[in-house]
């Protein structure tokens, strides 16, 4: 047997929503019961609407999105979600004072994410005024993409990986000779590209930009600069990256992208500086005064206290990267179902 985890870190605005009541509550209902049914069991129906909703605050999830595997694991979570809470409406757990009281706590804790995305709704547009000129000049492109395989396993030095690179490189090759002989590209994407993603649209990579935030840890730098050189329909020999050899097809010429474009982008850049601005502003500024005599004992005030002080377990995990690596100490809470190996 085996577990996947859906953690609800993610999904609590979403839970919290269903105790709210009102119009609120029913314009929730609405949204998530919207769009195409995806899957149905033991009475619970989950629609495109849930998905959607998820997206439309989450882009780390936008964009796993895309891969039927993460979508199938996030809908599976999601009916394990709701089946579990329609159950605990049908005992009458959500009426329960004690629980209420949780719930009241938790909302103080969503609004504090909200904060946190508000605060970068604001900053994104003024950020794309900014430096639409430059940071986002992008240009369309598609891709074939060959992995070196990986090693096998036992293996004591570098030959075998020298190996599986040469032999990726000669398959990417290939694919540029099928090219080149004339085969249609939708064809050759089909046959050699290991990106599952895009293969089946065409290879279509979207718009990639010299300062787009995934060029550095890919090592794409070659292949972005070649790109902005290259015409439309224009294809490339194969150009190595850090997930191995691409062969890229300009699809449209470079364009300033619109803002709806690159909002997601930008808001996911923006995230961990706009929690230090807050944080700085309104926290670490600011001197805690200690009326607890124990406390005050403990050297209230000084580097130590404060400190402490940020660690505490009841900080709120914010959904960003420098957040998540360093809120190790903040509870989680997480929903495990088991699935019969197929």
């Not at 430096?131 to 036992?154: E, F, Q």
């Not at 150009?239 to 191995?244: A, C, F, H, V, Y």
């Not at 470079?254 to 995230?271: G, N």
Request: proline share 3%; net charge neutral; with cysteine.
């Amino acid at each position: 047997m085996k577990f996947k985890i859906l953690s609800l870190s993610l999904l609590s605005m979403l839970f919290l929503s269903h105790c709210g009541g009102g119009a609120s509550d029913a314009a929730f209902e609405t949204q998530i019961n919207s769009g195409k049914k995806l899957a149905t069991k033991n009475g619970v129906t989950i629609h495109q609407g849930y998905l959607d909703y998820i997206a439309s605050f989450e882009p780390k999830i936008k964009e796993r999105l895309d891969d039927p595997k993460n979508k199938k694991n996030l809908v599976d979570g999601l009916l394990t979600q709701e089946i579990l809470y329609r159950e605990s409406v049908k005992r009458g757990i959500t009426d329960m004072p004690k629980y209420q009281n949780r719930v009241t706590l938790n909302n103080r804790r969503t609004f504090i994410q909200a904060l946190m995305m508000e605060e970068v709704e604001k900053q994104a547009k003024a950020e794309y005024e900014k430096n639409k000129d430059s940071t986002y000049n992008k240009i369309h492109i598609a891709h074939i993409l060959v992995r070196p395989k990986r090693p096998a396993p036992g293996a004591k030095d570098g030959s075998d990986n020298d190996n599986l690179e040469a032999k990726a490189l000669e398959k990417a090759k290939e694919a540029k000779q099928k090219l080149d002989s004339g085969t249609q590209w939708e064809d050759v994407v089909k046959e050699y590209s290991d990106d599952v993603r895009s293969k089946d649209k065409g290879g279509d990579f979207g718009l990639i930009g010299k300062q787009d935030r995934r060029v550095k840890p890919l090592q794409m730098e070659e292949l972005v600069n070649k790109a902005f050189s290259m015409k439309v329909g224009e294809v490339s020999e194969p150009i190595k990256t850090r997930q191995g050899y691409h062969i890229i097809k300009v699809l449209e010429a470079p364009k300033v992208a619109s803002f709806e474009e690159v909002e997601d982008e930008i808001k996911m850049t923006l995230r961990g500086e706009v929690q230090k601005e807050l944080m700085t502003s309104l926290i670490d500024s600011k001197e805690t005064v200690y009326e607890d005599e124990e406390l005050k004992k403990l050297g209230g005030g000084d580097a130590a206290s404060e400190k402490a002080e940020k660690k505490s377990p009841i900080q709120l995990k914010v959904n960003s990267d420098e957040a998540s690596s360093k809120a190790k100490s903040a509870p989680k809470l997480e929903i495990k179902h088991e699935e019969k190996k197929e």
